[in-house]
């Protein structure tokens, strides 16, 4: 009777100890198998800056960003008025395989930026096709998407370059119904130690008008000044930024040289 009873403790004792392995075994597998699926982030921030009859207005703005497992990626900016209405400003849906990307959207746009940007030539290109190639990007505007995406309004095309340690984008765009062609560059990446300097530069060879704009940055301040070749310095603003317990706040000014005018604005955001 002893042996038996013996016999049956030591098939639990066994029987537990095989349960608790198996146990143990699943479990690290669930820990080393990831979780896949859309990762989502965003940005919200309150803009506040000035409008008519000397008065300050703000504005709220929603950034979300979806990206999927590294392939496909969203991305969606909303603005809600005064009023409480909302709005899609812009968006973009898009998918990179390796070194090639293509996006569908309204913030394709290749022409080199600046932060100021009053005097660059600002080529309209609402919904449209980018294709993405290492460096290089084409992108083809639609005249009016909903109706006939044969209809192509401008074509726009952008190669970046690293020249003597610096970051050098060349662009240019097309419009096939004005038949008007606008040239710009971008420089970034001149790091003075103190400051790093930048800037961009476009031609609208229609207008005959060369526009320009230098930045530099340096810590949390970011300043600019601009012009084009019959007015060398229109405007100078700079703007600096901080985060303080997760929020980022914002405080800048422009002055228009030309009409003496000083507009300040000011931001608070998060990021999610």
Same mark, same amino acid.
Do not use: H
């Given at each position: 009777?002893?042996?038996?009873?013996?016999?049956?403790?030591?098939?639990?004792?066994?029987?537990?100890?095989?349960?608790?392995?198996?146990?143990?075994?699943?479990?690290?597998?669930?820990?080393?198998?990831?979780?896949?699926?859309?990762?989502?982030?965003?940005?919200?921030?309150?803009?506040?800056?000035?409008?008519?009859?000397?008065?300050?207005?703000?504005?709220? !703005? #929603? &950034?979300?960003?979806?990206? =999927?497992? @590294?392939?496909?990626?969203?991305? $969606? /900016?909303?603005? +809600?008025?005064?009023? *409480?209405?909302?709005?899609?400003?812009?968006?973009?849906?898009?998918?990179?395989?390796?070194?090639?990307?293509?996006?569908?959207?309204?913030?394709?746009?290749?022409?080199?930026?600046?932060?100021?940007?009053?005097?660059?030539?600002?080529?309209?290109?609402?919904?449209?096709?980018?294709?993405?190639?290492?460096?290089?990007?084409?992108?083809?505007?639609?005249?009016?998407?909903?109706?006939?995406?044969?209809?192509?309004?401008?074509?726009?095309?952008?190669?970046?370059?690293?020249?003597?340690?610096?970051?050098?984008?060349?662009?240019?765009?097309? !419009? #096939? &119904?004005?038949?008007?062609? =606008?040239? @710009?560059?971008?420089?970034?990446? $001149? /790091?003075?130690? +103190?400051?790093?300097? *930048?800037?961009?530069?476009?031609?609208?060879?229609?207008?005959?008008?060369?526009?320009?704009?230098?930045?530099?940055?340096?810590?949390?301040?970011?300043?600019?000044?601009?012009?084009?070749?019959?007015?060398?310095?229109?405007?100078?603003?700079?703007?600096?930024?901080?985060?303080?317990?997760?929020?980022?706040?914002?405080?800048?000014?422009?002055?228009?040289?030309?009409?003496?005018?000083?507009?300040?604005?000011?931001?608070?955001?998060?990021?999610?």
């Amino acid at each position: 009777m002893r042996t038996i009873v013996l016999a049956i403790v030591a098939a639990m004792a066994a029987t537990s100890a095989l349960a608790e392995t198996t146990t143990e075994t699943v479990t690290v597998t669930k820990a080393q198998t990831p979780v896949m699926g859309p990762v989502i982030s965003g940005e919200v921030s309150l803009d506040f800056a000035e409008t008519t009859n000397n008065n300050y207005g703000g504005t709220f !703005n #929603l &950034d979300l960003g979806i990206d =999927v497992d @590294g392939l496909a990626t969203v991305d $969606l /900016d909303f603005a +809600v008025d005064e009023n *409480g209405n909302g709005s899609l400003d812009d968006w973009t849906v898009g998918t990179t395989v390796g070194a090639l990307g293509v996006a569908v959207g309204t913030d394709n746009g290749v022409m080199p930026g600046a932060e100021g940007e009053q005097t660059l030539a600002a080529p309209v290109m609402t919904e449209s096709l980018a294709v993405t190639a290492g460096a290089a990007t084409v992108a083809l505007g639609f005249t009016d998407w909903n109706t006939d995406i044969t209809d192509i309004s401008n074509v726009q095309g952008a190669y970046t370059m690293g020249v003597a340690g610096l970051d050098v984008t060349a662009a240019a765009d097309y !419009n #096939l &119904d004005s038949e008007n062609t =606008v040239l @710009g560059a971008g420089v970034s990446g $001149l /790091d003075l130690g +103190v400051a790093a300097l *930048g800037g961009a530069m476009t031609y609208d060879v229609d207008a005959e008008v060369f526009g320009f704009e230098a930045v530099a940055t340096t810590g949390g301040l970011t300043a600019y000044l601009n012009g084009d070749d019959t007015d060398a310095l229109q405007n100078i603003g700079g703007e600096y930024t901080m985060g303080v317990a997760g929020a980022t706040f914002a405080a800048g000014a422009n002055y228009d040289t030309d009409a003496k005018d000083l507009t300040p604005t000011a931001s608070i955001s998060f990021n999610f």
